[in-house]
């Protein structure tokens, strides 16, 4: 489902992403683990071609995106739920739902919408600006569902938020998987992540210093730590 081979960025003259190597199979969740500016954010963005420039290979569904401007490569079926959420204060929950442009054939209905984040159905009339940090973040996520994206790129989604928001979100993440979606999950709180993830790639200055499966979190559970400075 995505492809990186080689993948540098910039921002202007910074050289933010040093040759970042990257895979995601259909129906994955991936997280990119590191401490705040090692590039896991920037490599989120470079997918989308939201950075100065970039250079290197970027596969999507088998399909080259590197040179193609960021609308033609949402339009590949990519999902993007930025750290500062974008919610429109000025407009109703129901009404940011609405908005975006379909950039897939199968966005989810209102219904499906609601039954997977009840809160939502509640405050579907209430103004951007009178939703919680929690019911932000849900409406952030709801609306990309809506779009018809099937791979999602989530960029700390729990930061800030109380646990069980917390929680609420991971049943999420469970069910979208089930789903078949494929996601790749920026995310500083490992407790929430390691769990929900296949494989997890630790990104250190630009480039991934480590790739840990699921299945070998536990017998990597020093070097994780001393990585992530835990």
Known sequence: MLEIRGLHAWYGESHVLHGI?????????????????????????SILGLVGR???????????????????????????????????????????????????????SLDEIYAMFPNLRERAQS?????????????????????????????????????????????????LKERGYTMVLVEQNFRFAQHLADRHYVIEHGNVVAVIDRGEVQSSQDRLNTLLGI
Do not use: F, W
């Open 54 to 108: 970039r250079q290197g290979s970027i596969k999507v569904d088998g399909v080259e995106t590197v040179g193609l401007p960021s609308h033609r490569i949402a339009r590949r079926g990519i999902g993007y739920c930025p750290e500062e959420r974008g919610i429109y204060a000025s407009l109703t929950a129901e009404e940011n739902l609405l908005l975006l442009p379909k950039v897939g054939p199968d966005g989810m």
């Open 21 to 45: 190597d990257l895979d995601v199979r259909p129906g994955e969740c991936v997280t990119l683990l590191g401490r705040n500016g090692a590039g896991r954010t920037s490599t989120l963005k």
């Open 127 to 175: 103004q951007g600006t009178r939703l919680s940090g929690g019911e932000q973040q849900m409406l952030a996520m709801a609306r990309i569902l809506r779009s018809g994206a099937r791979l999602l790129l989530l960029d700390e989604i729990t930061e800030g938020l109380a646990p069980v928001i917390v929680q609420a979100l991971g049943r999420v993440i469970r069910q």
